[in-house]
């Protein structure tokens, strides 16, 4: 025991780096094994503790950091998460807002579309009412015209009468100066013919108060009952329309009984 005790104390004396073992003795029991912890050098004792208290420190330390990891991983993820949901929100908003913008450009693309059809009716509608105005216009123009040619007519209708009247009283034929009146009355008939002015057949034909002006009746046999037995003036068309009655005697029709 006491060479024991020696060895103890050899090893401490030689310094608190070396490792302190106790043997026990053989064939002891172990009521007689003394306490290890009372003969050990207080080196020894206090070495043990603070090894132990290091290595508790380091495994807190590591369950910190490693707690601490997951923490800032966690924290790291929830951000991640909370990005995302925020760009996820940002993408819904975005549509939405071009959404909006779509229907709206389409509502003002059908309000334009309709505009500019009701455009095009009213330009098809002012179109039209020009066309119209400028046949209308041409109409009135040519009628104006016309009437205006007439009142002419109707003053020259007068000399061609004069004419008519001379060549029937005149007594002489194969005079030179009454070919040349008569040459002057062709060519005057001719100016007017090309004027669209057309003198009416009405010898021997129905009497028509349309075109007719009866002045006298008379007894023919020469034409039938009720037809222009004689012209007292002539009567004269214009572009197809009545410029002037021909002034006529009508054969007069017989009655029943008389001879």
Known sequence: MADS???VEEKGSEGEDKEFTVEKPAGKGMDQVPDQDADLPESVGRETPAGLGEWEKTAESGKSQSSRSRKTGNSKESSHRGAKKGKTK???NLLEKKNEALLELGKKLENSEQSIKNKEDKILRLAAEFENFKKRTRREWDLHRKRANAELLLDILGVLDD???AFEASTTTGDHFESGIRLIHSTLLDV???AELMEMEVLGKPFDPQFHE???ETESNEVE???VAHVVQKGYLHHGQLLRPARVIVNKIKA???S
């Open 256 to 258: 029943e009984g008389e």
């Open 90 to 92: 940002e993408l819904v």
């Open 163 to 165: 004419f008519d009247r």
């Open 5 to 7: 005790e020696n060895q």
């Open 214 to 216: 009866a002045v006298g």
């Open 225 to 227: 009952a009720g037809c």
């Open 192 to 194: 007017l013919k090309r």
